[in-house]
């Protein structure tokens, strides 16, 4: 029995040992703290508000998309014939209007088989192939558009995609937007904060959340037809620019005192 005293003895002795270590590693250095005075926690006052900045620009570039289409009863034929006319086309670029190799671009060639279907058999045979060399032409002279689709028409572009307009100072306009968010979101927590009987202090925060910049677009129906305006008694091709929205949002936190 005296065996089992000892050990339930020394638990209890090291216990009150390590106890009087914590307390006393507490009491003798001052920079321990072991407690929180949370009267010292200060609540800020603070106000979030979103900003938005809005503006119009000019578009400085455009993308012009047009087409060789040709047809013929083999495909090697079709082939041909698009790379005649095709060649029409190149000269008006490169030599005509001194494009640059790079503002040229291809981004569509197929040659494909077209069907008729006999509504007595029940059968689709083939009747000739078209072959469509599709290009992208950039070009920054905007004033100039209708009167290179009449020359690109002439030339033997068939068909006319689209043109879409744009700018090359994307990031210089977003900035201007930003600058014009942060105005608008100052400007309205000033407002808040003055009605409340308070004014701004700084900013805690802030958070960009998204910017929109839409290309304008004129597809077939948006412009007269190219192949229409080259004869002579027709008017140019007109095509308008219009203007381009860029627009970004902004969550501001701001500090009130």
Known sequence: MMWNRK?????????????????????HNGNEVYAVDNSVIVQKSTITVAG??????TPDVAYVNVAVETRATTAKEAQAQNAN??????????TTYKMAE??????GFYVQPEYTYDQKTGESKVKGYVATHSVQITTRNL?????????????????????????????????QALEKAMANAKAKADTLAKAAGKQVKE???????NVNSGPIYYGQGGMAKADMAASSESAPTS???????????????????
């Not at 938005?52 to 620009?57: A, H, P, T």
């Not at 209708?146 to 977003?174: I, M």
Request: glycine letters at 10%; zero cysteines; a negative charge.
């Open 239 to 257: 095509v308008e620019t219009g203007v381009i929205n860029v627009s970004t949002d902004i969550t501001v936190v701001y500090e009130m005192q």
């Open 102 to 107: 790079k503002d040229v671009k291809t981004v």
């Open 85 to 94: 006319q095709f060649a029409g086309l190149k000269k008006v670029l490169f």
């Open 203 to 209: 900013v805690i925060s802030i958070s960009q959340n």
């Open 52 to 57: 938005s900045g809005k503006l119009q620009v």
């Open 143 to 175: 004033d100039g558009i209708g009167q290179l689709l009449d020359a690109l028409s002439a030339s033997g572009a068939n068909r006319v995609d689209g043109v879409q307009f744009d700018t090359e100072k994307q990031d210089q306009y977003e900035l």
């Open 7 to 27: 050990w339930v003895l020394v638990p209890v002795l090291a216990l009150a040992v390590g106890v009087g270590t914590v307390f006393g590693a507490a009491g």
